[in-house]
């Protein structure tokens, strides 16, 4: 095989092909062909450049070929003008202007297919729920926006603005955020700010948590056993599998050192439950204060929790008759009174349809991913127990306090199709 001739490049030249090579910010092409040339710098043969990268030899050839036929000039402009040096490497890795045929539609057709596109399928009198290519391009004709058009070309029209009306994705309405934004801006604010200070307020003898609840986890036997991973082939399971019952799991994650509470599991998550949990935790940190970060379900509002946070703070006044006056009244005044900071168990409510802003929900997010998604369970108890026992693990070999580095206020955006087509174009 015939060896390539090698060359050297000078420092600024090689440099320069360096940060392509390193960078993945730039063009991947840059990237790939500032690869080829160092390779080359080394005289490698093009077979096995091409070996190496992943391209074929007579890719390598063009690019080595134009980028050696550009070097001299490139020296020069590295000895006059080195600040134009990496826009010229820039230039010779680039790719050529290609003539190609001109387009077929101007501009304006174009915003105007694109703009329907973002419209409702039932305002052109369609029944449909979102557009397909074909309905598109029956709008467009009857519309008389052009004539003649294929179904390939509108969909080269949309793709080119990242416009897809057959695909959706779901989204969470915070209904709060939009009713009563400085509300909502102010419980996130507390919350950010109740993690930046965690360690604070461990010195300070009190204890942050965050708590929820992970309802009916299904005891799920596998009808077969699992076909192992091998080489080239990934685990398999047989489909069929053997309902038996379900339990629900009540957790508490010290947010200070990342570990999980011994878990509440019981047939039922009701008031008098997450009463019962919570007094676990209480109990298990004598003499301490404590801080519970956790959503707007009913059970963390309700009158059994706050006759017992009433009962542990000496709380002496009236508390009222439920659903008529007093604290006990609603909701609303049950919540106020427990996010109270002069008690030493105080509640910290996320905004409704935040549950995100919950660190238990990440943890949550592993328990399900390493255990409950593929795990075989012969029963509830066989469940409850796999639950208890990764809980151990975990606190054991990898509780650590999670690095929270959300700390914005989420703003209220309006979008519109017309103004964001002005944005890109």
């Known amino acids: ?57 007579n890719t390598v050839r ?12 490139l020296a020069e402009i590295g000895e006059k003008h080195p600040e134009a040096l990496m826009d010229e490497i820039t230039a010779i890795l680039s790719d050529e202007a290609r003539s190609g045929a001109p387009r077929s539609f101007d501009g304006g057709t174009r915003r105007t297919i694109q703009l329907l596109a973002c419209q409702n399928p039932s305002d052109y009198g369609f029944v449909a729920s979102h557009w397909s290519l074909a309905l598109l391009k029956q709008a467009v004709e009857s519309e008389h926006i052009v004539e003649g058009i294929s179904v390939g070309a509108i969909h080269h029209i949309l793709l080119s603005a990242e416009i897809k009306p057959w695909k959706i994705r779901y989204y969470l309405h915070s209904k709060e955020k939009y009713e009563s934004y400085e509300t909502f801006r102010e419980k996130i604010r507390v919350i950010n700010d109740v993690y930046a200070r965690a360690a604070e307020l461990k010195e300070q003898n009190t204890v942050v948590t965050c708590t929820d609840e992970m309802t009916g986890l299904q005891a799920l036997e596998h009808a077969y056993p699992d076909k192992d991973a091998m080489p080239g082939m990934v685990a398999r399971r047989d489909f069929n599998y053997v ?6 799991f009540i957790g508490f994650f010290n947010v200070q050192d990342g570990t999980v509470f011994e878990p509440y599991l019981a047939s039922t998550r009701g008031d008098d439950d997450f009463r019962d949990a919570l007094s676990l935790v209480i109990d298990a940190n004598p003499g301490k204060k404590h ?58 409510f996320v905004p409704i349809h935040c549950s995100w802003m919950n660190q238990i929900e990440i943890w949550f997010g592993i328990l399900n991913k390493k255990l409950l998604k593929r795990a075989s369970f012969t029963s509830v108890d066989d469940l409850q127990k796999a639950i208890r026992e990764f809980v151990a693990q975990h606190n054991a070999m990898f509780a650590h306090p999670y690095r929270w580095t959300y700390d914005r206020v989420p703003e209220v955006k309006t979008y519109n199709a017309e103004k964001l087509l002005d944005s890109t174009a």
């Not at 309902?243 to 629900?248: D, L, N, P, S």
């Open 243 to 248: 309902r038996h019952g379900t339990t629900a």
């Open 62 to 73: 063009k690019w080595r070929t134009r980028f050696l036929c550009g070097l001299p000039r």
């Open 1 to 57: 095989m015939r060896k390539s001739a090698s060359f050297t490049l000078p420092e600024g030249i090689r440099n320069g092909l360096n940060t392509f090579a390193k960078s993945y910010c730039c063009s991947g092409c840059l990237h790939d062909r500032a690869s080829i040339i160092l390779k080359a710098e080394q005289g490698l043969t093009n077979r096995e450049i091409g070996s190496m990268t992943g391209f074929h030899a």
């Open 291 to 348: 801080l519970f970060v956790l959503d707007n379900l009913n059970i963390h509002k309700s009158e059994a929790l706050v006759r017992y946070v009433a009962k542990q703070i000496g709380y002496r006044g009236d508390l009222g008759v439920k659903n008529k006056q007093g604290i006990l009244k609603n909701m609303e005044s049950r919540a106020t009174f427990l996010s109270d900071e002069r008690h030493s168990i105080r509640f910290c």
